[in-house]
């Protein structure tokens, strides 16, 4: 189980969407904004069920579009991640090390190769919104 950043506010929204933390796998950057003080970056995230539809790919149950905003920025590493990129794995650290260290880190893994990872630390976040999407 993906351990859950609740200390990002508004947290909760994401859950209450899909009923559990998305680890975004296979998601989509839709957005991705970067200077010296915050960080936005909205990303794609879905839910498949057990069903194929008729060209035998995964049906779709949730589909939702996720906001999120990062400042009080440590560490950051987002040279090699390019904005348009598809995430194998969008990850966070544990709400006990958040409380340990007082910031937590952002994995952003690439699904389009290693090189194209990043990541960064930060002392506050939230998520801005999440939106249904067709």
């Known amino acids: 189980m993906i351990p859950v950043p609740s ?9 209450d969407a899909f009923g559990y933390w998305p680890g975004c796998h296979d998601s989509p950057v839709l957005h991705l ?8 970056m909205e990303v794609e995230a879905w839910e498949t069920g057990p069903d194929s539809d008729e060209g035998g790919f995964l049906t779709l149950i949730k589909k ?8 009080g920025l440590e560490r950051t ?16 650290s544990p709400p006990d090390e958040f409380e340990r260290e007082g910031l937590f880190v952002v994995e952003l893994d690439s699904a389009m190769g290693c090189d194209m990872c990043g ?12 939106r249904p999407l067709e």
């Open 7 to 15: 200390y990002l506010a508004n947290f909760q929204s994401v859950i």
């Open 33 to 40: 904004a970067v200077d010296e003080d915050e960080i936005e």
């Open 64 to 71: 939702h579009a996720i906001g999120f905003r990062f400042s």
């Open 77 to 92: 590493e987002l040279e090699s991640f390019p904005p348009s990129n598809i995430l194998f794995y969008l990850g966070f």
């Open 119 to 130: 990541r960064f630390s930060a002392k506050a976040g939230d998520v801005t919104f999440v």
